[in-house]
């Protein structure tokens, strides 16, 4: 079992930043990777950025390119999300995804992830 508790959601304006955090606990040595996905009501939920945990290599939607970073504390397993230039556009519910063991799939896909936090919204007014 993998726990996944997101923070750092809330209301900004357009062009501000907030930097999502997620802090993993259980069998958290079972991780391969870490993902944030985000849900915008009446669409599908979406990838945004995942991070592996063997080499440290980043994956990016094209939609958030230049603008989120993710990255991780492997001292205190949490993978945080910073998000720069916000549009609204971006408003979502942000969620953290763990795969919990080793998968074939894409990095980018939410079939991968075995794991999931309980979100944490996030709102950019114009």
């Known amino acids: 079992q993998v726990h996944l508790v997101e923070s750092g959601g809330g209301l900004v304006q357009a062009g501000g930043s907030l930097r999502l955090s997620c802090d993993s606990s259980?069998?958290?040595?079972?991780?391969?990777?870490m993902a944030w996905f985000r849900q915008a009501p009446g669409k599908e939920r979406e990838f945004v950025a995942a991070i592996t945990w063997s080499t440290g290599s980043l994956y990016y939607a094209d939609s958030v390119k230049g603008r989120f970073t993710i990255s991780r504390d492997y001292a205190k397993n949490t993978v945080f999300l910073q998000m720069n230039s916000l549009k609204p556009a971006d408003t979502a519910v942000y969620y953290c995804?763990?795969?919990?063991?080793?998968?074939?799939?894409?990095?980018?896909?939410?079939?991968?992830?075995?794991?999931w936090g309980q979100g944490t919204q996030v709102t950019v007014s114009s």
């Open positions: 259980g069998q958290t040595h079972s991780i391969y990777g």
């Open positions: 995804a763990a795969d919990g063991r080793y998968s074939s799939a894409s990095y980018s896909s939410s079939a991968r992830y075995v794991y």
